[in-house]
C-alpha cells in the first residue's frame, strides 16, 4: 500500500481586508486532502479558487490561519524536508543578472551537490528543457516561455521526490507544453509524486491520475478523470452528408449543423437508430457515429457553477 | 564560504556587482582627484588634513548611501519581484536567507571602502606626503567606518522586514541622524536640572544606537593616535547591536506572510 506524499487536514487561510484591515477574507476553507506517493495529481478551478495560496501554504510562504500539512510524512515547517521537494511558482521570475547555469547552480548548492555533480546535473537539465543554447545567457534577456522553461528546470533539477508545479503551462508554446507534459509523464515513470496547478483542463485530463477542483476557497470535488468523464453517455453524435438528388427529410436539417455540405446531428442514445433510419431511407452517407461523453471542462464547470452549500453532493471519490 | 547563508551572500555580492553598484567609485575617483590637484595648490602645510578629511568623509558619505539604499532594498526586492519564492522552496531557512542577504551586502561595503582607500591612499601620494606611522590612525578611522557601515545595514535590513523601500529609509535614516546626536541628547537633559527629563534623556541615549563614537575622521586628519580601548569598544559594541538586530529581523521575518 503506497504511503500519502501530501495531507493536507482542515487547511484554511484568511486574509485581512479593507482600509482597516479589521474584516477577513476567507480564501481556503478548510481543505482536506490527500495525495499518494507516485500520483499525478491535477489541482483545478477558476481564477481565485485558492489553488496558488494551497501552494503558497505548503511552502511556507504564506502561513494557515487554521489546519496543517506534511508532505512526505514531515511537518511542512521543517525545512530539511525541502531537500525532497521541488516548486514552480506561479508566473516565476528569477535573478536576472544571472545566467540559466548560473541560477541553476545557485539553487542546487541548496541540495549540497559537490561542484562536478551540480556541472553534470545542470547541463543534463538545460538539455532536457531545450535551453542548452541559451545555458549563459542572462536570464534579463530571456522570454516568458524561457523563464517558465528555467522554472521547471530548478523545480527538478535536484531530483525531488515530491513537484509542485503552480500553472507549469502557463506562457508556453504548443511545442513548449507538449515538452512539459513528456517531463511530468517522465517523472511519474521514475516514481515522483507531481502536484500540479492548471486550468487547462485538457492538460489534467491526459495527464493526471486524479484531479482535485477547488472553487471560491472551497473542495468541490476530487476523482479520477476517467471516472468523472465515463459516468454517464450524453447522446450520440452522428456526421453525414447527402447523396445528390436525394433530399435529407426537413426535420433532420433544421436540428442538425451543417459544415460545408455535411451534417453533424447530436441525439439522445435512444434516438439513435429512428434517426439512422431515416437516413437509411434518404439514401444519406453515413461518416460517423460516436458517443458524447460529458469531458472534464463540462464537470468542471458543472461544480463550479454549483451553489457552495451543495459541493459535497459532487464529490466523486473523496479518498 | 559554502554555508547556506554564504551561497546567498556570495550571490547577493554578485547581483550587486553586475548591477555595477561599484560604479560609485568612479564618483569617489573624481572628487579625490580633484580634490588632490585643488588642495595642492590652495593649501600650505595642511594638504594631508585636508584630504583625509574629505577623503575619510566621502568614504562614510557613499558607504552610507549604498548602505540605507541597497539595504533597504534586500529583502523588499526579492518579495516584489518574486524571487523569494523559488528560493525558499529550497532547504533555506528564513533566518539563514536574511543572514546571508546581510552578509553579501556587507562584502559590498568592504570591497567597495577598500578601493576607495586606495584612492585616498593615491591621492595623499599625489600630494607628496610620505606614509607615517600616524596614518594607521587613518586606517582605523576606515574601520570604524565600516562598523558604522554595518550597523546601518543591519538596521536597514530590519526595517525593510516588514515596511515599504521609502519609510525603511526614512526610518534608517532618523535612527542614523538621531544616533549621531547621542551624546548632545544625553547632555541636553543634564542642562534641564529636572530628574525626569534626565532619567528620560539618558534613556533615549542608551537605547539610541552611538553612531557618534564610531566618527575618529577628525583624529585621523590630525594624526592623532586612536585609544586602543576604543577600537575594543566600538567592534564589541557594533557587534552585539548587529547580533540583536539580525535576531529582531529574523524574528519578524519568520512569521512574515509573502505576498
Known amino acids: ?319 | 564560504m559554502s554555508s547556506l547563508p554564504g551561497i546567498v551572500a556570495i550571490n547577493t555580492f554578485r547581483e550587486a556587482v553586475r548591477d555595477r553598484v561599484l560604479y560609485n567609485l568612479i564618483f569617489f575617483a573624481l572628487i579625490m582627484i580633484g580634490a588632490a590637484i585643488i588642495v595642492g595648490q590652495i593649501s600650505i602645510g595642511i594638504e594631508r588634513q585636508v584630504i583625509v578629511n574629505l577623503g575619510l568623509s566621502a568614504i562614510s558619505i557613499i558607504g552610507l548611501i549604498m548602505a540605507i539604499f541597497i539595504g533597504v532594498g534586500l529583502v523588499y526586492k526579492e518579495i516584489e519581484k518574486r524571487t523569494l519564492y523559488s528560493l525558499l522552496s529550497k532547504p533555506l531557512p528564513r533566518w539563514e536567507f536574511l543572514t546571508g542577504k546581510y552578509v553579501g551586502l556587507l562584502i559590498t561595503l568592504t570591497v567597495n571602502t577598500f578601493f576607495m582607500t586606495l584612492g585616498l591612499a593615491a591621492a595623499l601620494f599625489y600630494v607628496g606626503r610620505p606614509f607615517v606611522r600616524s596614518d594607521v590612525s587613518i586606517l582605523v578611522a576606515i574601520y570604524f567606518i565600516l562598523l558604522e557601515l554595518a550597523l546601518v545595514t543591519a538596521f536597514a535590513l530590519f526595517f525593510s522586514c516588514f515596511s515599504s523601500p521609502m519609510l525603511s529609509t526614512l526610518f534608517t535614516l532618523g535612527i542614523y541622524v538621531a544616533g549621531v546626536f547621542a551624546p548632545d541628547i544625553r547632555n541636553l537633559g543634564d542642562l534641564t536640572h529636572n530628574s525626569a527629563i534626565q532619567s528620560g534623556a539618558r534613556a533615549i541615549y542608551y537605547v539610541l544606537p552611538n553612531f557618534h563614537n564610531f566618527n575618529s575622521i577628525a583624529l585621523a586628519a590630525h594624526g592623532d593616535a586612536i585609544p586602543l580601548a576604543l577600537l575594543w569598544q566600538n567592534t564589541l559594541y557594533a557587534l552585539l547591536y548587529v547580533v540583536l538586530l539580525l535576531l529582531a529581523s529574523s524574528a519578524v521575518f519568520s512569521r512574515r506572510n509573502l505576498k
Request: net charge neutral; proline share 5%.
Open chain 1, 1 to 319: 500500500m503506497s504511503t500519502a506524499a501530501i495531507e493536507i487536514v482542515g487547511l484554511t487561510k484568511d486574509y485581512p481586508v479593507g482600509f482597516w484591515r479589521k474584516r477577513m477574507r476567507r480564501s481556503l476553507d478548510s481543505l482536506n486532502l490527500q495525495v499518494e506517493e507516485g500520483e499525478i495529481f491535477g489541482f483545478l478551478g477558476p481564477n481565485g479558487a485558492g489553488k496558488t495560496t494551497t501552494l503558497k501554504l505548503l511552502m511556507r510562504l504564506i502561513f494557515p490561519t487554521a489546519g496543517t500539512a506534511r508532505i512526505l510524512g514531515r511537518s511542512i515547517g521543517d525545512t530539511r524536508m525541502h531537500r525532497d521537494i521541488g516548486y514552480l511558482p506561479e508566473q516565476p521570475y528569477f535573478y536576472d543578472h544571472l545566467t540559466a547555469r548560473e541560477l541553476l547552480d545557485y539553487y542546487t548548492r541548496f541540495s549540497g551537490y559537490p561542484a562536478a555533480e551540480r556541472r553534470d546535473r545542470i547541463a543534463r537539465m538545460l538539455e532536457r528543457v531545450g535551453l542548452s543554447s541559451a545555458a549563459d545567457v542572462q536570464l534579463r534577456k530571456f522570454s516568458k516561455g524561457m523563464l517558465q522553461r528555467v522554472g521547471i528546470a530548478q523545480a527538478i533539477v535536484h531530483d525531488p521526490k515530491v513537484v509542485f508545479l503552480d500553472e507549469p503551462m502557463s506562457g508556453l508554446d504548443p511545442i513548449g507544453r507538449r515538452e512539459v507534459r513528456d517531463i511530468i509523464l517522465d517523472l511519474k515513470q521514475q516514481g515522483r509524486t507531481v502536484f500540479f496547478s492548471t486550468h487547462i483542463l485538457s492538460d489534467a485530463e491526459m495527464l493526471c491520475d486524479r484531479v482535485a477542483v477547488l472553487h471560491l476557497g472551497q473542495l468541490r470535488g476530487v476523482g479520477a478523470p476517467g471516472e468523472i468523464v465515463s459516468i454517464e453517455v450524453h447522446g450520440v453524435e452522428i456526421l453525414f452528408e447527402s447523396r445528390e438528388g436525394r433530399p435529407l427529410p426537413l426535420d433532420l436539417i433544421q436540428r442538425a449543423t451543417r459544415t460545408g455540405q455535411r451534417y453533424r446531428i447530436e441525439v439522445p442514445e435512444a434516438e439513435l437508430y429512428p434517426t439512422l433510419g431515416q437516413l437509411r431511407d434518404c439514401d444519406a452517407r453515413i461518416l460517423s457515429v460516436s458517443t458524447v461523453r460529458p469531458t472534464l471542462e463540462d464537470y468542471f464547470f458543472r461544480l463550479v457553477d454549483r451553489p457552495k452549500e451543495a459541493h459535497a453532493a459532487v464529490e466523486v471519490n473523496v479518498p
